[in-house]
């Protein structure tokens, strides 16, 4: 399971939201009292994935890592309507 530790959240000058992680595992294949050589499992697990966030979205992007969960949080700046504006015809 991915740790808080090997998962990064940025968010490019450009609207991008970039998700990544990166996991290395090392596992001794070793029995008990065995004094043969060593054997070693080695694994490593990457995960990246990027959106395009719209123009309208804030800097104050939060992100929580749970039960192997990852919950991103990405509010939404919300426009204040203007009323129509008449335009009077010359």
Request: include cysteine.
């Amino acid at each position: 399971m991915l740790r808080r530790e090997d998962i990064k959240v940025q968010l490019s000058p450009d609207g991008i939201l970039n998700l990544s992680a990166e996991h290395k595992e090392e596992i001794e294949d070793k029995p008990e009292g065995d004094t043969s050589p060593r054997a070693f499992s080695r694994r490593l697990t990457r995960f990246s994935r990027s959106f395009r966030l719209p123009k309208d979205v804030g800097e104050d992007i939060t992100a929580c890592a749970k039960d192997g969960i990852l919950t991103v949080t990405v509010p939404k700046h919300v426009k204040e309507e203007k009323p129509a504006k008449e335009i009077p015809i010359a």
